[in-house]
């Protein structure tokens, strides 16, 4: 783990007229944060070269002044790095402050009018400081994917040269069994992810060609199907790539209590057409449940697995048993895993009559990758996912099995503690349409996304008005515009969405905000990172869950 600095979170202060530094420094200081004054411009560039949090500098500071080795400085920032600057402005915009108009040049610039209040100060320096610690995050991730990608290409070169030496050798001796064995593992690593993302894709670019080929013929009937097919092959890439997330404990999950008997219930149509004819499931469901709290759709993902797992098990039939129970796990079980709390669960338990499994591959079978399946027949993703997603949601997953007599995994789910939320039927029924003016704020700086969110709020009747950046999107928010709803991108260029998001509510306290991204380390800190008012949904989303999910906050 990589430790930093005392230097890395100070304040470098630069307001060499008036009392400007020392109140400022006060201001921080009694807040918490480290800071240090400067006496002028090359002494601050001194003091940056060591390392800072961020810089606060008045803007008289940059008048009259060499900048070059501050601009120099900003430029040469690597890659990870995007030095937050707080300028002190006085009242009266640009025509009495020139140096604001060097904020292109400066970066990641807030400015902050002069007199201010110490909780706007703090505000910002607190905002900015977030943003700086996010920077040394993704620098230590960059410094470890290096490092990885190092003993990659070393391994790759080592295995190079072993590839080309055994290979002289097979046609003299027996290493041609040995050599298989080991492209085999290769293989096995990539091909079901290879063959999976390729029939999707066939799915895709099949159904497009052969949509524009009817449309070129003016061939407008029974198009629905041919939409229909490729809309569910982008839909299994997405759910592929969840599941690669899933694993790794990345994905966004949206937590909330969960009738565990009825959403398997409702499944049991499609896990019925899952399974051999020669397959009998059994329902046992505890009439008693409690209500989990989990990410539904993940969990529905996770028991469709568990049971094409079972009946892959069984290629010649048997007995498949979905069971749901209430379990307490004491403190003395808890102790013996990773990351489980005690406490009660809410149990999902698949049980088939199986082959069963081996010590070794029980060991192995939440690995990613590894699966016992043939090349091109599995991903070996599956109950990694689970593994990932049961952890992720503070639960727990376990295998029982034996070789010829079956095997049994149980997901733990923790039981839901507060109250359950009231549904009404006239909120059901409620038209997703626009009827007041409402008016949305679409933040992104992808004009494709931009693009379609716009047209898809157009079709339902709201407003909308766009901005590119966090940038575009301020003046925006400060104005009179009426805004009921703020649409951003978390990943934006220069100010991100969550900086943007804190700068709205304070024009605009009670600004809802949705936030769309595509970073998986976005979407794993979903609680941590939302407030009140705020709600986030991943890409690849659906226009249905858009359009749920701004009907869900604008009425509210």
Not at 122 to 133: D, E, I, K, P, Y
Not at 348 to 377: E, H, W, Y
Not at 447 to 464: C, W
Not at 480 to 500: A, W
Request: with cysteine.
């Amino acid at each position: 783990m990589t430790v930093m600095p005392v230097t890395s979170e100070r304040a470098i202060i630069l307001a060499p007229l008036g009392r400007d530094s020392q109140i400022a420094l006060m201001m921080l200081n009694e807040a918490g944060f480290d800071g240090m004054v400067c006496r002028d411009l090359p002494g601050m560039c001194s003091e940056l070269e060591q390392g800072a949090g961020l810089l606060l500098i008045s803007s008289e500071a940059l008048l009259n002044s060499d900048l070059d080795p501050l601009l120099h400085l900003i430029e040469q920032q690597p890659a990870w790095s995007d030095l937050p600057i707080v300028l002190m402005t006085h009242h009266g915009g640009p025509e009495q402050n020139p140096a604001s108009r060097l904020g292109p040049q400066l970066g990641n610039v807030t400015f902050l009018e002069r007199p201010f209040h110490p909780v706007t100060l703090v505000s910002l320096v607190t905002t900015a400081l977030r943003g700086r610690r996010r920077q040394y995050e993704a620098r230590d991730r960059l410094i470890d994917l290096s490092q990885s990608e190092q003993r990659l290409q070393s391994t790759l070169e080592t295995l190079e040269q072993q590839v080309e030496e055994r290979t002289a050798q097979l046609r003299q001796n027996e290493e041609v069994l040995r050599q298989s064995q080991k492209m085999e593992a290769v293989g096995q690593l990539t091909g079901g992810i290879a063959h999976d993302f390729n029939n999707m894709l066939t799915g895709i670019i099949g159904s497009l060609e052969l949509l524009r080929r009817r449309l070129a013929r003016g061939r407008t009937e029974d198009l629905d199907s041919l939409i229909d097919l490729g809309v569910t092959s982008a839909n299994r890439a997405a759910s592929l790539t969840h599941r690669l997330l899933a694993f790794s404990r990345r994905q966004s999950l949206d937590s909330k209590p969960v009738e565990m008997n009825t959403l398997v219930v409702s499944m049991g149509e499609l896990l019925q057409r899952s399974i051999n004819e020669s397959i009998r499931l059994d329902m046992q469901l505890n009439d008693n449940l409690w209500v989990a709290e989990a990410d539904p759709n993940q969990l529905e993902s996770a028991l469709l697995n568990l049971v094409i797992n079972a009946r892959d098990a069984m290629p010649d039939g048997g007995r498949l048993v979905v069971s749901t129970h209430n379990q307490h796990l004491d403190a003395q079980y808890t102790q013996t895993q990773s990351n489980l709390d005690a406490g009660d669960y809410v149990v999902l338990r698949v049980t088939d009559t199986g082959c069963g499994m081996s010590q070794s591959t029980i060991n192995r079978a939440f690995d990613p990758f590894f699966t016992t399946k043939p090349i091109g027949q599995g991903t070996g993703l599956g109950l990694s996912m689970i593994y990932g997603f049961s952890k992720q949601s503070g639960g727990h997953v376990a295998i029982h099995s034996e070789v010829g007599n079956g095997t049994t995994v149980s997901l733990f789910l923790p039981r839901f503690g507060g109250d359950l939320p009231s549904e009404t039927s006239e909120d059901t029924q409620q038209s997703p349409f626009a009827s007041n003016g409402e008016t949305v704020l679409i933040v992104e700086d992808d004009p494709a996304v931009r693009v379609l969110v716009s047209t898809v709020l157009n079709e339902l009747g709201y407003a909308f008005v766009e901005a590119c950046d966090g940038a575009s999107a301020v003046p925006i928010l400060d104005s009179e515009q009426r805004i009921d709803l703020l649409i951003s991108d978390v990943g934006l260029p220069g100010m991100n969405g969550r900086q943007l998001a804190e700068i709205g509510r304070q024009y605009r306290p009670d600004l809802r905000v949705l936030f769309i991204t595509g970073y998986a380390e976005h979407a794993a800190v979903r609680g941590g990172f939302l407030d009140p008012g705020m709600q986030m949904i991943t890409k690849p989303f659906t226009f249905d869950l858009l359009t749920a999910k701004v009907r869900e906050m604008i009425k509210t």
